[in-house]
């Protein structure tokens, strides 16, 4: 009924409900808890907007999930079975033609934080979805979105000829998300998914700014979607408000659905207002729906980035690449470092890395460390980068500055969590994860570094519970542009294991995680205080209570060395992380130096 609505009429869709809601009652609560507190005032907005000339109404569900509701998926679902049930009632009281006349179950994006696993997620996302399908609405509005990938593995095991799929990004004025995404980007992604049958834009910007992005949009066979704000908010008396500005309003999306724009509605502080002037002064009739005849851009040409894992004409090095990393210091105390990295200018090692001030303790920059290093020793460097820190805008501009100084490697992370004595005074950002920071570095390569690309890769926690889940990440970051990977330190079979079906399935290319450990104790504190490394007790045992500094370095020299030779046959390379930066192992592991003391410790 629905698809065969749209072959013949542009489709008016309702206004915010959110903003609308606090306009009408201002409880200072989420519009959500009157599904099941006060359905009365759910009726009365969906009526108000069906009386305007609405003809899809969205139920009152965006933040209908466990972050927001604060409560379990169960909560969640009564409260979703209730908005439709309001939506259904709506119409009924409306006198609203019931089979012009359409509910779109909407869904909005699940705060997340780096503790949550994204299969957990995802299946939450699932349970909504489902939600609404057993109760028998065919129409599913994915909203306000920064990204797709979240969302793709629900879409496929919902899709069905049935189910009509729309799917909305949220962007700035510029046409980037939160993210750091472009709207284009992400539209070339949607349009390959044969489930989704409408794709457009929702929020962020005002119907002026909305159409210069559709104007850069190229064409695809799916129906569009605009439902811009009223215009941008502002803060009168503590209070967000927009401008009563209905007619301009109405006038801008005229124009926006001369771009084939086949839905049409508003977003925040579009009031029922709105709708019935855009009701009142547009006409909702169209030809048949057909694929447009503008060329669908395709995704570019994968280009070999002149990193350390390519030769300087592109080609992959063959040998084993050797990555060293080196902890920048608490401090601005600069001199062990740099002694450090002069150890390992003639040992044929291929870069140099440096971890964003992991386990959330602040350290001396990444990107400006590597920057030092680079001036004082000529080697490649790549610092690590992560989520935790910054917004999408601040690493945007942080990207920008490495690339005029030519920092052009780099190890793309979500980022440890910040430790929890601070938590209360310091807040951890991640506007995204280590996926979505790979699909910004992508489009800044596309858009801005196409003559001299940064070269990204990222990491592989071999010791996740769920391998298959590891393995799925892996394969997204591949797709999202990673083109080698570093993994935590190895210490047993299992961990060997473990990466040879991580390669084996995906084909990534691995630098191998090797850390020598330098003592009973150092082990110890790798075992029980350092997430995701897995230290085993056999390896703990090899260590003496009262081994001297040298006895200590010479088992970890011995254990890195078996390490490479039962991943040598697998593996691309290997990463060196050496405890308190004690680089002067190095040699001693690839030169074959201490061959005496490890036939003694076996």
């Known amino acids: 009924m629905f698809k065969s609505y749209l072959q013949n009429h542009k489709l008016l869709a309702d206004g915010s409900f959110g903003t609308y809601y606090a306009d009408c009652f201002e409880t200072g609560e989420a519009p959500e808890i009157a599904n099941t507190n006060a359905p009365e005032r759910v009726v009365s907005i969906h009526k108000a907007y069906l009386e305007a000339g609405a003809k899809l109404i969205r139920t009152n569900t965006f933040a209908s999930n466990t972050a927001y509701l604060g409560n379990d ?61 057993d109760e028998g609405i065919t129409i599913l509005n994915f909203e306000t979105f920064a990204s797709i990938n979240v969302i793709v593995p629900v879409l496929e095991r919902i899709a069905s000829e049935e189910l009509f799929i729309i799917v909305q990004f949220s962007v700035n004025q510029y046409g980037y998300t939160n993210q750091g995404l472009r709207a284009s980007k992400l539209f070339d992604v949607v349009k390959k998914l044969p489930m989704v049958n409408a794709i457009g834009l929702n929020c962020g910007v005002g119907p002026g700014h909305m159409k210069q992005i559709f104007e850069e949009l190229s064409g695809t066979d799916k129906y569009l979607i605009a439902l811009p704000n009223a215009g941008y908010p502002r803060r009168v008396r503590n209070k967000i408000t927009f401008s009563d500005n209905a007619a301009y309003f109405a006038k801008q999306v005229r124009a926006l659905m001369q771009l084939d724009v086949d839905i049409i509605g508003g977003c925040c502080g579009t009031t029922p207002t709105f709708i019935k002037e855009l009701h009142d002064t547009l006409s909702f009739v169209q030809q048949p729906h057909k694929k447009s005849d503008k060329t669908v851009a395709k995704d570019n040409e994968s280009v070999p980035h002149k990193g350390f894992i390519y030769n300087s004409d592109g080609t992959i090095k063959t040998r084993k690449l050797l990555a060293v990393e080196l902890a920048p210091p608490f401090d601005a105390n600069d001199d062990r470092i740099i002694r450090a990295a002069r150890m390992l200018q003639n040992a044929n090692v291929d870069v140099l890395t440096f971890p964003d001030s992991p386990s959330g303790r602040t350290r001396i920059d990444s990107i400006l460390m590597a920057k030092k290093i680079r001036q004082e020793t000529g080697m490649a460097v790549m610092p690590h980068i992560c989520c935790r820190d910054k917004n999408a805008i601040a690493i945007r501009s942080q990207l920008l500055g490495s690339h005029i100084n030519d920092i052009l490697n780099f190890l793309v992370v979500t980022g440890d969590p910040i430790p929890s004595m601070v938590r209360e005074s310091t807040k951890a950002v991640f506007n995204f994860d280590s996926v979505g920071l790979m699909q910004m570095l992508r489009d800044m390569n596309d858009e801005m570094f196409a003559a001299s690309p940064m070269c990204y890769g990222g990491a592989i926690n071999h010791n996740r519970r769920n391998l298959d889940i590891e393995i799925k990440r892996v394969i997204r970051k591949m797709e999202a542009g990673a083109s080698f990977f570093l993994t935590q330190p190895i210490f047993s079979e299992d961990d060997i294991k473990h990466l040879r079906t991580i390669k084996a399935k995906t084909g990534a290319r691995i630098l191998c995680g090797i850390m020598p450990l330098v003592s009973r104790k150092n082990a110890n504190f790798m075992k029980n205080e350092i997430a995701g490394v897995s230290v085993t007790d056999a390896v703990i045992e090899r260590y003496p209570e009262n081994a001297t500094k040298e006895e200590g370095e010479a088992i970890g020299i ?23 930066n004690r680089v002067h192992m190095l040699p001693a592991i690839l030169f074959g130096l201490g061959e005496e003391l490890c036939q003694e410790t076996n």
């Open 558 to 580: 011995c254990i890195a060395k078996e390490m490479i030779a039962a991943t040598y046959d697998f593996v691309d390379g290997y990463y060196f992380s050496f405890p308190f």
């Open 73 to 133: 998926i169960s909560v969640v679902k009564a409260n979703i079975k209730a908005a439709i049930k309001h939506a259904r009632q709506a119409i009924r009281e409306s006198g609203a033609d019931a089979d012009t006349t359409f509910i779109a179950g909407d869904i909005g994006p699940i705060p997340t934080d780096v503790s949550r696993e994204q299969s957990d997620v995802e299946e939450e996302y699932y349970q909504i979805a489902k939600t609404f399908l």
